[in-house]
């Protein structure tokens, strides 16, 4: 079983560093339905299972609380495109690519769309995140 750990607070370079997420909650309460990750090595395949946990305090720093176990979760690879200020494109599936209103992805991502660009494109950050969609619930794209 593979572990992935939400933030309890948004990271330094956020525009809210320091702000509680909430991601435990809407996680919780079905709001947050997939985390986006770089996942460069594969770590998270689809269909395996998820030990979904949250720092017990400062991340990297204090132990680890399992809020749920998933016995299977959905990984699709994905890439987000940043022109004229936003994110405009999402691509779960080279060959026929799926698009997704950014205010919908941000949303089931658990965050507004402001907060969504500065987790993901801050200023000094390429036009371009490859990464891994990993779904936490059954919806799908």
Known sequence: MKV???????????PRAGSPT???????MGEKVHTIRKNERGYFKDGEGLSVREWSGAAYRSKQVEICALKSCGVVPIRLYRRFGLVDIFDSHPDSPVVVPINVLAANDGLSVSDFLGWF???????FFYGSLIYLTDYRY
């Open 4 to 14: 992935i750990t939400l933030s309890k607070q948004f990271q330094k370079g956020h």
């Open 22 to 28: 909430g991601f435990r909650e809407k996680f919780l």
């Open 121 to 127: 494109f801050p200023p000094d950050v390429e036009e």
